[in-house]
């Protein structure tokens, strides 16, 4: 989407809400200089009204993941069913609902038809979906995309259960968990999804729990960049069900910090040609 397409026609501006009107005057497209994370509340944001459970860390990841984004005027999402989109899908940015578990299937078409179509402008293609809909049921479709080395951004809202559809165990449930509709606790253990990435040859991977703001935008804006000219990027978050795991809503980013500290560390796996190339538009955007 660019500022052109949301600008109202001259004449009709004055019958479109203050929020809409707001975002194309205020919001973060096309501004010289994005806006940061310090100054959220001083700007029209992405997304600002959802419909996810209050407190959920989920929400707060999204909006992250929306000021991070180098190019939001051409940026696309595709996501699936599960508690993402409730948010994703209400940001001022094209939505694809994938069917669950086709989100990196419909990506990858998705990318390379934007290639042809566009040759001059890069569109970046970000999957943003819960563990359930990538590592379980969107397994296969995600693991070729990556070794196909599909160029586009995957992230995992990783709330470590089914909780759109009211707590069953995913591969990413920590083994012994007891959950509402895992009751004897989970037998397997957390698939280790990084590991698998890096076997894959993915050339960007973090781990990362939304307890930096700053550090959630800088690790998009890294994934995004590296997909576009690299290779495909995965960003695993933890963003903690409070409704599944009973957590009360005070408490949730106290519970990041905690799981954070004790097994969900921030951590980046880079490949070498994706170092070589950060490197370099790091350096052009400091001299900027
Ligand atoms: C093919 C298919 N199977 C099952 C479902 C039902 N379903 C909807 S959301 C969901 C679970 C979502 O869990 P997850 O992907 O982890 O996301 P969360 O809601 O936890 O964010 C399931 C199984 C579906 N919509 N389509
Ligand atoms: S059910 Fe859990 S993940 Fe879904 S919106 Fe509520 S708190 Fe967030």
């Keep these: 989407m660019s500022l052109a397409n949301l600008t109202p ?3 009709f501006e004055d019958w479109l809400p203050v929020e809409y009107k707001d975002l194309v005057n205020e919001g973060p497209y096309f501004r010289e200089k994005k806006p940061k994370v310090s100054d959220m509340g001083k700007f029209k944001e992405i997304l600002e009204e959802h419909p996810m459970c209050a407190g959920c860390a989920m929400t707060l990841f999204i909006r992250l993941t929306f000021i991070g984004l180098p190019n939001p005027e ?20 094209p939505f694809i609902y994938g069917n669950y578990g086709d989100t990196n299937a419909v990506a990858s078409g998705l990318k390379h038809g934007l290639d042809i179509r566009f040759p001059n402008q890069p569109k970046d293609v970000l999957v943003m979906a819960g563990d359930g809909g990538l590592i379980d049921i969107g397994f296969q479709q995600l693991m ?28 990413m449930t920590q083994h012994g968990k007891i959950l509402k509709m895992a009751p004897r606790g989970k037998t397997g253990d957390k698939i280790d999804a990084l590991g698998l990435a890096k076997v894959a040859g993915v050339d960007y991977i973090a781990r990362i729990a939304p307890t930096n703001p700053s550090r959630v935008a800088r690790t998009v804006r890294r994934a995004v960049l590296v997909a576009r000219e690299i ?9 903690s069900c409070n409704i599944e795991y009973a957590i009360p809503t005070p408490e949730v980013m106290q519970d990041a910090f905690d799981v954070e500290k004790e097994r969900y560390g921030f951590e980046e796996i880079i490949s070498d040609r994706a170092k070589e190339y950060l490197k370099e538009i790091e350096k052009k955007d400091k001299k900027k």
């Design 231 to 239: 290779g495909s990027a995965y960003i695993q978050a933890y963003t």
């Design 74 to 93: 051409h940026s696309i999402i595709v996501g699936t069913a599960g508690c993402g989109r409730l948010a994703i899908s209400q940001a001022s940015i």
């Design 144 to 171: 070729h995309s990556w070794f196909r080395k599909e160029k586009f951004t995957t992230i995992m809202l990783d709330n470590e259960v089914y909780g759109n559809t009211g707590g069953q165990e995913s591969g």
């Design 9 to 11: 026609s001259p004449g």
